[in-house]
């Protein structure tokens, strides 16, 4: 089991790779779109354009910013929230009397699986919501920007319903018997 949670991971960190490689390379063209655009209506004498592309290219810089520093916080951070084993698996009777070593306990191994694969998904998901934030804000949009930053918290709080859910699973299968 844990070879196809090395799988997934592995996957999740591929994706968060090739999002992040997007994000910058979507800033880097947005800046340089939004640049000509100063350029053109500076020559052209539009004060709109000059003051609509520069908003656009601090936006871009914030949302980048935001990207590569709040999210990796914010992963850790949701990481630390969601516990590791299964509460009270670890000191269960039937369960270790059949698993004697901790770690073969297959509910804490579940846990511990299901952890990993949460955090993973929502720093996906978090880093797809800036990706989609970004690719808005390149090409004017405002619409998208707040969407992302809703998905998000989305992504935060399915962390810490997670955080709750895992003790709550390890109940329900059977593993408290106290």
């Not at 004498?45 to 914030?62: F, M, N």
Request: proline share 3%.
């Amino acid at each position: 089991m844990t070879d196809a949670a090395s799988v997934l991971l592995n996957l999740l960190r591929n994706a968060w790779v090739v999002l992040t490689t997007f994000i910058v390379v979507i800033v880097a063209i947005g800046v340089l779109y939004r640049s000509l655009i100063v350029l053109g209506g500076s020559a052209l004498g539009t004060k709109y354009w000059v003051a609509e592309s520069i908003s656009s290219i601090a936006v871009l810089l914030v949302l980048a910013l935001l990207a590569f520093i709040a999210v990796p916080a914010l992963v850790k951070a949701s990481s630390a929230s969601v516990p590791t084993n299964a509460g009270c698996a670890t000191n269960d009777r039937v369960l270790n009397q059949y698993f004697p070593d901790a770690n073969q306990n297959p509910i804490n191994e579940l846990a511990v699986i299901s952890a990993q694969l949460i955090v993973g998904i929502g720093a996906v998901r978090m880093i797809l919501a800036f990706a989609k934030g970004v690719t808005s804000a390149a090409v004017g949009g405002t619409g998208q920007v707040t969407t992302a930053l809703i998905e998000v918290a989305g992504a935060l709080g399915a962390s810490v319903l997670a955080s709750v859910a895992v003790p709550i699973a390890a109940a329900f299968l059977g593993s408290c018997s106290h």
